[in-house]
Structure formats: C-alpha cells, structure tokens
C-alpha cells in the first residue's frame, strides 16, 4: 500500500486445526497480521497485531490450533483455507521427540537426543516440516542442530554447499534461520551426480565435526538433530539417503508422501532395531515447484548472500590480483562444461584434490564479475571489504547473472 490505491485489507477467521494457505503475487510484497486468537507460520507463533511482510513469489501457511483471525493487505496469487492438514500427526512427532531429549537430558551420562532424518520425494514439505519440529523445539528451550543436505533448495546458506547451524530460536517466518556460526561444507554443484564421492566426503566430515562438537556440548547432544535432505529418492540418491542415515547415526526416519520409499527403507533398516521408520502424510498445501523455479530461487538465494532478504546489506566490489590467490576446482566428477568456467579462468592453477581444501569448512562466497587477462587481475563482489581471510578460493559449477 501506501501508493494512493484502493486499500485490499481483508479479515479470515480460521477455526481450530485450519490453515490459510497462501501464495503472494509475483510482483508485489503482501503484508499480513493475527488479529486475534493464536496461529503460527511452519511451527512459528506470530505475534499479536504486528504487520509482516512477506516478499513476492513467498508461499506458507498460516495454522491455527484454536482459531484466529488474520488480516492480509495486499494481492496474492492464491489464498484459500484448508481445514485437512497433517499437522496433528507432525505435532505427535514432535511430542515423541521431546520425551527422547528430556530422557537424553535426564539420563546420567546425558546422552545423546534424537537424530531425525526427513526424506521424500522433491515438493513433498521435507523443509517445511523439518522447519517446523525446529521451532516447536526451540521454542521448548532445547537447542536441535539444523542439518541441511539439500545442495539444490537448501536454507541455511548458498546453493551448493551442506551446512549445520543450531536452532536457538523458533525460525522467523519471514526471514528464514539467523545465523551465528553456520558449519558450511561447499560442494560447488546442484546435483549431487556431478560428484557423488566428494558429496559423500562433504556429508562425512560435517558429520565427524558435529560428532565431536556433542562431546562437550550435553545440551545440543541431547537437543538432537533434525536432517533435511534432497529429494532425489531413485538409485543413487536412495543410496545418498542410505548413506546419510549412516553417517549421521539417525535414529528416527521421516518418510514423507511416498509408501515405496518408505517400504524399502524400513525393509533394508529393519537390521537396526534402534532406528524408527515413519511415514508421514504430505500436506495437501505444499507447493510444486517447476524447475525454473527452483532455478531462480537459488539465484535469489545468491543474490540474498550478498544483499540481504530485504536489500539490507552492501557487498564491496573488489580488486585482487592474480598473485595473491589460488583458485581451485575439486575434481573426481565429470568436468563442467567449458561454459561453465568464469572468463580466463584459465591462467588460474587447478590442484588435483588438495586433502585439506576438501575437508575444510568454507569462511564465506564470493562472486567475481571480472577478470582482466592483460593486467592479471580480478574483480569480485564480498559481503565484507578488506583481505579475505583466505587466499584459497574453490569453484564450482554455479552460475549466477545478477540482474
Ligand atoms: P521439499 O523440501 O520437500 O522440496 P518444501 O517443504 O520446500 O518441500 O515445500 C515446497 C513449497 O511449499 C515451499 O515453498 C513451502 O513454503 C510450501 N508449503 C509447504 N507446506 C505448505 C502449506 N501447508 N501451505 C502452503 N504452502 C506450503
């Protein structure tokens, strides 16, 4: 609003266990408030009477457990109310889970939490569902470990990379997980084919950190985890579940929206008494997203990085030279197409898998806008000025044209 047009403010009286499912328009924000009553957006409460904005293109739900009325300013592409959702059983999951941490947390050698593992096909709601047994935690006072292997729609970081940050609080619905100290493992692709045994590395060496992070952290050891993963299921991303089953020691296994998978895995687990297997109904509200799609919200994920979710930072623009940094790339897949590579990367020294580059943590991205052969320079957008904090850089095959 605000532009002198006709105001759009309308009120939606949802009932008990009901949703307002919402798809905001492609060119204007929507602004929404709880009026009255309690609601909460993926396992988030909102707060009585504040406005919040919500940007294009934004799809969620507003839930209620004992109804509420809910203001909206602004166009959406769709809004509707559902009163089927699968949010009692979601909501029984999580009672489970918090009676294995206050076991964990009660017993003598406080021991370890659950480690929750949510798997389905692509648009089945694993993140919104993995979102919301975070909040619900979080807002418990426990602190689970966010896990994301999702190298394609992940949400805590930059397309490409799996990462892990603790949930401290309830996830803001608008601006997604804030951020301390994420652990960032860059795989530098958005199919895990490309290379699927440095994605199996990646995935094993955040699992070792986080391992030894619980030894001196009782409290996060007996939050647990909650894993997110891709929804690639057939031949080998079924064995990329399998494997991240493993490393990680799940012990819980969500399956949501699809009785074959979850046949087989609870078929080929069952040798493991200690680890449940649950299927789990998909939400009639969960959005399919075309492949374009996709593709262009990993480039706002990018563009996110580097400017913020409301346009609230200011990369730099920087200048280094040739000689002052290594460039790169992890080899072991299929090499990218030459299309791929930025311009002149060429004079650039590629080392053949360097052990501790692979193991390391990423500090932070950059993205270079230009490469001048003649003056052996290169121009690149950091979120911060000054040095970086590493003169190793490792490409991937990402590309991102900011518009
Ligand atoms: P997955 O992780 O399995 O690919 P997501 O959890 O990301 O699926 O859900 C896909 C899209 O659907 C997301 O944009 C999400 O915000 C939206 N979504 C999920 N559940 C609902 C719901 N109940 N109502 C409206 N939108 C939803």
């Known amino acids: 609003g605000g532009t002198g047009t006709a105001s759009t403010i309308r009120q939606v009286k949802l009932e008990k266990e009901s949703e307002l499912r919402i798809e905001v328009a492609n060119d204007t924000p929507l602004r929404l ?8 957006i ?3 409460e909102l707060p009585p009477q504040i406005w919040l904005t919500f940007p294009p293109h934004f799809k969620f739900a507003v839930f209620t457990w004992y109804g509420a009325t ?14 089927e959702t699968p949010m009692v059983s979601y909501v029984n999951v999580h009672a489970v889970l918090d009676g294995r941490r206050n076991q964990a947390k009660a017993s003598p050698e406080s021991s370890q939490g659950p480690r929750v593992i949510v798997v389905g096909p692509t648009d089945s709601g694993k993140s919104t569902l993995s979102r919301m047994l975070l909040s619900w935690a979080a807002k418990q006072g426990w602190k689970p470990t966010f896990v994301d292997l999702d190298i394609g729609q992940g949400s805590i970081t930059a397309p490409g990379c799996i990462a892990a940050t603790p949930i401290e609080l ?3 619905p608008v601006e997604g997980i804030s951020l301390e100290m994420p652990l960032v493992y860059f795989y530098g692709h958005t199919t895990p084919s490309q290379n699927v045994d440095l994605y199996k590395a990646l995935v094993k060496e955040l699992a070792q950190i986080l391992e030894r992070q619980f030894t001196g952290n009782a409290e996060s050891r007996a939050s647990g985890m909650v894993i997110n993963t891709m929804g690639w299921i057939e031949g080998v991303g079924y064995e990329l579940i399998l494997h ?13 929206g699809q009785e074959k998978l979850f046949s087989m895995l609870r078929d080929v687990l069952k040798s493991k008494p200690n680890v449940d297997v649950l299927k789990l109904q998909k939400s009639g509200g969960v959005v399919s997203r075309s492949s374009k799609f996709r593709q262009k919200s990993r480039s706002y994920r990018i563009r996110e990085y580097f400017y913020g979710i409301a346009n609230d930072l200011s990369p730099h623009s920087n200048i280094a030279n040739f000689s002052d940094l290594f460039v790169y790339r992890i080899g072991g897949g299929p ?12 004079p650039f020294s590629y080392a053949q898998e360097p052990d501790q580059i692979v193991s390391s943590n990423v500090a932070g991205f950059i993205y270079v806008t230009d490469i001048d052969l003649q003056r052996r320079k290169i121009t690149y957008l950091s979120p911060t000025a000054g040095e970086l904090p590493s003169k190793y850089l490792v490409m991937g095959t990402l590309t991102w044209l900011e518009t």
């Open 70 to 83: 809910i203001e909206m300013d602004g166009t959406t592409e769709t809004d509707y109310t559902a009163d």
């Open 335 to 346: 090499q990218a197409p030459r299309s791929a590579l930025p311009i002149g990367a060429e």
């Open 42 to 44: 993926f396992g988030t």
């Open 244 to 256: 991240a089953i493993d490393t990680f020691n799940a012990n819980v296994v969500l399956v949501l």
């Open 33 to 40: 408030r709880l009026l009255n009553g309690t609601a909460e």
């Open 170 to 172: 309830p996830i803001d």
